[in-house]
């Protein structure tokens, strides 16, 4: 096997495989067991009150409970991101600290912010609410807040380049959310800030996209993340299936992309 460091040269470390949409259908347990077994995976929540306890969006007590229970079993080793929409993201917009406060108290570290129309949204004036999303990221230094990037949340994304928090990243994708594999590949990574990659990823290409993206990146820590690849029907529920991530796990260790790699 020929890993992608000896392929291309020069070392080119994964920051993390993210797996987006856990919820109570899913054993937070063998999500604390694969945690600790693979560190570099990463488990996104999404966070929007007007679908809380739908598949995909999980309810807020089993974040508290359940979840939190296996985080702080991890010693806060248990990655965890938080994927805001809808309500939520219009209140970071208006610059209101209060949820925020509280998902940081039950471990999360990474802040996704999914301000487009289909996340249920209020995208008018994106750019004059970038000033006040700023200011509020200066008050969580310890977090990272990851800006969805694609052409409709430009006006955002443009301003905060401007401002260029320290504490700010972005993501790569053109699906905006609704999981469609990108056509026009993947971009080079801007030198101020690191990003990720998303849409159309999952089990049957994760190889293929990594050997892109990666290749993309000149050498550039990146991340991927995932979503709706990576549910599956059982007794007619959607549930968020752990046999898919495993696949995709096993497939990123494969190309020996960790390894001793230091994961940041």
């Known amino acids: 096997m020929v890993s992608l460091q000896s392929k291309y040269g020069h070392p080119l470390p994964l920051r993390c ?5 856990i919820d109570s259908s899913c054993s937070a347990e063998m999500l604390g067991m694969i945690s600790k077994e693979y560190p570099f995976v990463e488990w996104g929540v999404l966070f929007r009150p007007d679908k809380e306890g739908q598949p995909r969006y999980a309810r807020m007590d089993w974040v508290e409970g359940v979840l939190g229970k296996f985080w702080r ?26 949820f925020l406060t509280k998902i ?8 996704q912010i999914n301000a487009t129309e289909v996340n249920g949204v209020d995208t008018s004036n994106l750019s004059e609410k970038a ?20 052409d409709e ?5 443009k301003t905060l380049e401007v401002i260029n928090p320290p504490n700010m990243s972005m ?5 905006k959310g609704t999981g469609v594999l990108s056509s026009n590949g993947y971009p080079v990574p801007p030198k101020d800030y690191e990003v990720g990659y998303a849409g159309g990823i999952g089990p049957n290409n994760i190889k293929d996209v990594l ?29 968020f299936d752990l046999n898919k991530c495993m696949v995709c796990v096993n497939k990123v260790c494969e190309m020996g992309l960790f390894g001793d790699t230091e994961i940041h």
């Open 171 to 175: 993501l790569f994708d053109e699906s």
């Open 153 to 157: 949340t430009a006006p955002l994304w």
């Open 104 to 111: 940081a108290g039950l471990g999360f570290r990474r802040v």
């Open 211 to 239: 050997n892109k993206a990666l290749e993309s990146a000149r050498g550039r820590s990146v991340w991927v993340d995932m979503e709706s690849s990576l549910r599956s029907e059982l007794n007619r529920e959607d549930i």
């Open 131 to 150: 000033g006040v999303l700023a200011t509020l990221m200066s008050q969580f230094p310890f977090l990272e807040f990851i800006i969805q990037r694609s």
């Open 17 to 21: 495989l993210g797996f987006c949409g």
């Open 73 to 98: 079993k991890s010693n806060g080793s248990m990655r965890l991101a938080a994927h805001l929409c809808g309500e939520r993201v219009n209140e970071v917009l208006r610059g209101e600290p209060d």
